[in-house]
Nanobody, 115 residues
């Protein structure tokens, strides 16, 4: 089993940057594919980025060129660097760890992009 704790969310102006972190405990971190999802009120949770277990990352079209997912296996942490933020990036961001049939979620961190 994996426990995930996100941090780094907050309020930022349009065009600004934030870096989200997700610290994992409880199992072999390197064995998991890590991803970031987001959810706006009244909408379904959507995939933002996944690292595909250290392979070529995948990004949803709306964040390509602006967001970067990375991981540090020594620190059991996955990151989401978010640049050139837009108001439509406002959401609760969730970290996900996935391996075989198992999927684990963090509690989420709020990101608000507003002037």
């Amino acid at each position: 089993q994996v426990q995930l704790v996100e941090s780094g969310g907050g309020l930022v102006q349009p065009g600004g940057s934030l870096r989200l972190s997700c610290a994992a405990t409880g199992s072999t971190f390197s064995a998991y594919a890590m991803g970031w999802y987001r959810q706006c009120p009244g909408k379904q949770r959507e995939l933002v980025a996944t690292d595909n277990s250290g392979g070529s990352p995948t990004y949803t079209d709306s964040v390509k060129g602006r967001f970067t997912i990375s991981r540090d296996n020594a620190k059991n942490t996955v990151y989401l660097q978010m640049n050139s933020l837009k108001p439509e990036d406002t959401a609760v961001y969730y970290c996900n760890a996935r391996r075989l049939v198992f999927s684990y979620w963090g509690q989420g961190t709020q990101v608000t992009v507003s002037s």
